[in-house]
């Protein structure tokens, strides 16, 4: 549909009040550049220079003094090419920098390994934030990440005079990760959550392309298995990407209630109870109550996330819980006349209801390991500006990068950058009662037995949503180790 480039700046700026965290998991083994070698990052650095033609006027950063950043890049559904054009601009506006790039699907691994040595100067200057279990988070409790706060306070390279807070989407700084208050990361990017869907296919067999209530989806669902195609499927190698078509229902129901806002700030801080919340407990139902209908594949739990796409490309599963990077992902397996449709799961009652769609923040965005030379942090701190002008924002959105500035539909040219899926999402917010929200929470805990309880629930989660084992049960469990880790703050 075309759109003047007001009424699509407009557009953005209402369907896209961002909220927060990630690309897609990630498997099997991945390709790397030369791996960096255990010489320092940069040269030994020399005194300042009084001339100012030896410095960048926007930063006051010398020209002459040769920089190196090695980046672990996570290799995952949004590709490479991304980061590498990203580069490519940018030192060829700073040429005294340059970059050593590791890149891989599993690069949490490699970076686990590195913080367990301890050892600052073969660790990289900068990483995608792709940890093991809790590791990260623990990370920059203790100090080990670059705080990067300051940055939003810093003018965005293509718009002088202009504060990088002051140029990005509503609510990104609300509901961009953080630590007790603190940036350990600046999001360049942005996803969304839900079903996606071939219109074709649905088209072909005269399914319902937008339920507006509970029912309606149940109908839906019901339509589709006549049929003997797989109704939603998702990858139980990964099971928590079953999340993406539920989690954020839970904000959804509150508010029909009226108490969006207590459960909001207690989902926030995982007050309890949590697990065995009202909200959180009716989403579980509603998950195990498809799952009964028969809505998710057989042997599930064999089925790793690219293998859970083809099925939806093949037509064998006509949706697939996922986020809008699954176009880039599987660029090269979309057969001929797939046309990209999304939808967020109803649970009102009413065609009127409120529909809530989880999107976030964070895809692309990376962190600056502390015990590194001054000179390194700073020139990786104009890297994560940089990755906020709208150049790089527009190309970005070839890959399924949705962007983040809320002047970048200002350019009809950058919209025209955008994918398929992500312009799909924001085509069903556009054509219903919508709202944006996320999961993200404010605190987190390092006691084993947070651990233990996220565990619990991943481990079980195929067996909750095909009935085989009681939610209840295993909520209940949760919410009791969960506590254990609370009370372990307290003492």
């Known amino acids: 549909m075309k759109k ?26 991945g390709s790397s550049s030369p791996s960096p070698t255990k010489a320092a990052s940069a040269a030994p650095s020399s005194a300042p220079s009084d001339n100012k033609s030896d410095v960048y006027p926007e930063n006051g950063l010398s020209k002459t003094e040769k920089v190196t950043i090695k980046w672990g890049y996570w290799e995952n559904g949004y590709g490479r090419e991304w980061a590498d054009n990203a580069i490519k601009k940018f030192t060829a506006k700073y040429p005294n920098v340059k970059f050593e790039v590791t890149s891989s699907p599993v690069i949490r691994d490699l970076i686990g390994t590195k913080m367990a040595a301890k050892n600052d ?7 995608s934030p792709s940890f093991n279990g809790d590791a990260g988070t623990i990370a920059q409790k203790e100090g080990l990440f670059e705080e990067l706060t300051d940055l939003w306070e810093r003018e965005v390279p293509d718009k002088k005079g202009v504060k990088l807070k002051d140029v990005v989407l509503p609510n990104t700084m609300e509901y961009s990760a953080k630590i007790d208050g603190k940036f350990y990361q600046i999001p360049m990017g942005a996803y969304a959550l839900g079903l996606f869907y071939d219109k074709t296919l649905f088209e072909k067999n005269g399914w319902n392309q937008n339920p507006k209530t509970w029912d309606e989806f149940k109908k839906l669902v019901s339509d589709i298995k006549a049929k003997g195609i797989i109704p939603i ?13 539920f989690r954020i229902k839970m904000f959804e129901m509150a508010e029909k209630k009226g108490t969006l806002d207590q459960f909001t700030k207690d989902y926030r801080s995982f007050k309890q109870p949590f697990y065995t919340s009202t909200e959180y407990k009716e989403m579980w139902n509603r998950i195990t109550e498809l799952g009964k209908m028969g809505a998710y594949p057989d042997g599930v739990a064999a089925i790793n996330h690219t293998q859970s796409q083809m099925q939806l490309l093949q037509g064998k599963a006509a949706m697939a819980a996922t986020g809008d990077w699954v176009e880039n992902e599987m660029k ?14 109803p649970f009102g009652d009413s065609p009127n209801d409120k529909i809530w769609i989880e999107n976030g923040i964070g895809a692309g965005s990376m962190m600056i390991w502390k015990n590194k030379p001054e000179n390194v942090k700073k020139w990786a701190k104009e890297f994560n500006l940089f990755l906020m002008t709208n150049e790089i924002q527009a190309f970005n959105g070839k890959f399924g990068i949705s962007p983040i500035r809320k002047d970048f539909a200002d350019d009809p040219k950058n919209l025209e950058q955008l994918q398929s899926a992500p312009r799909a999402v924001l085509e069903f917010a556009k054509n219903n009662k919508s709202q944006y929200g996320t999961t993200v929470q404010d605190v987190s805990f390092s006691h084993p037995s947070a651990a233990r309880a996220t565990k619990l629930l991943q481990d079980s989660i195929i067996d909750m949503a095909t009935g085989k084992k009681d939610s209840g049960a295993v909520l209940e469990e949760a919410e009791k180790l969960l506590k254990e880790a609370i009370d372990s703050t307290k003492k």
Not at 6 to 29: D, F
Not at 333 to 344: A, E, N, Q, V, Y
């Open 121 to 127: 100067n073969d660790m990289f200057d900068i990483i």
């Open 233 to 245: 499927t998702y990858p139980g190698v990964y099971p928590d990407y079953i999340y993406f078509g």
């Open 4 to 29: 003047t480039a007001k009424s699509v700046a407009g557009l953005m700026a209402a369907v896209l009040p961002m909220a927060a965290v990630i690309g897609c998991s990630g498997g099997g083994s």
């Open 332 to 345: 090269d397996s979309i057969p001929d006349g797939f046309k990209w449709g999304f939808m967020s799961i």
